[in-house]
T-cell receptor, first 112, second 111 residues
């Protein structure tokens, strides 16, 4: 079956702008988690959605938000971008939140 | 803060040798997982070991879990150049329902 897809793969934005990233999970997976990966902080958990409900949220400011649709596809949004938001954003789907995660290829966001 | 801490941060060995990476964590867990990441790409799940298991094998991979010491190790036998990647442990803390990743071990296999 098809893997997790993320769009776009690369993105360049300017400080102050906002961005929306998209993730399509593996068919049948109802849990979608988002992670931010940077060289300095490593892999940090952003949030997890299960059946359109946010079940868990990491320690990120309110500028980071997300949602999940009835078909389990998920989007995350970052408003008022800062230079420090430059990172690889990874989406992962699973049957249940803390089980085996299937990761997408990531979206590389560069904020200038 | 990260739940898991991998050791060493970087490891360089010759092809054919065995590679061992360690992971320590702080709180009680439901399961511990290991993932591999090739440079700048998504992570690939390698193995999941539950808190009531002590050892698990998958091909050339062997994972052990010692809940009394709150530590796990990943052994890759007969390493290959294609094993060059970063390896992360991730823990599912009891009650948290989310995975927390360590900082990773960067493994380099020299031909």
């Amino acid at each position: 079956k098809a893997g997790v897809t993320q769009t776009p793969r690369y993105l360049i934005k300017t400080r102050g702008q906002q961005v929306t990233l998209s993730c399509s999970p593996i068919s049948g997976h109802r849990s979608v988690s988002w992670y931010q990966q940077t060289p300095g902080q490593g892999l940090q958990f952003l949030f997890e959605y299960f059946s359109e409900t946010q079940r868990n949220k990491g320690n990120f400011p309110g500028r980071f938000s997300g949602r999940q649709f009835s078909n389990s596809r998920s989007e995350m949004n970052v408003s008022t971008l800062e230079l420090g938001d430059s990172a690889l954003y990874l989406c992962a789907s699973s049957l249940w939140g803390a089980g085996e995660q299937y990761f997408g290829p990531g979206t590389r966001l560069t904020v200038t | 803060s990260q739940q898991g801490e991998e050791d060493p941060q970087a490891l360089s060995i010759q092809e054919g040798e065995n590679a061992t990476m360690n992971c320590s964590y702080k709180t009680s867990i439901n399961n511990l997982q290991w993932y591999r990441q090739n440079s700048g790409r998504g992570l690939v799940h390698l193995i999941l070991i539950r808190s009531n298991e002590r050892e698990k094998h998958s091909g050339r991979l062997r994972v052990t879990l010692d809940t009394s010491k709150k530590s796990s190790s990943l052994l890759i036998t007969a390493s290959r150049a294609a094993d060059t990647a970063s390896y992360f442990c991730a823990t599912d803390r009891q009650g948290a329902q989310k995975l927390v990743f360590g900082q990773g071990t960067r493994l380099t296999i020299n031909p």
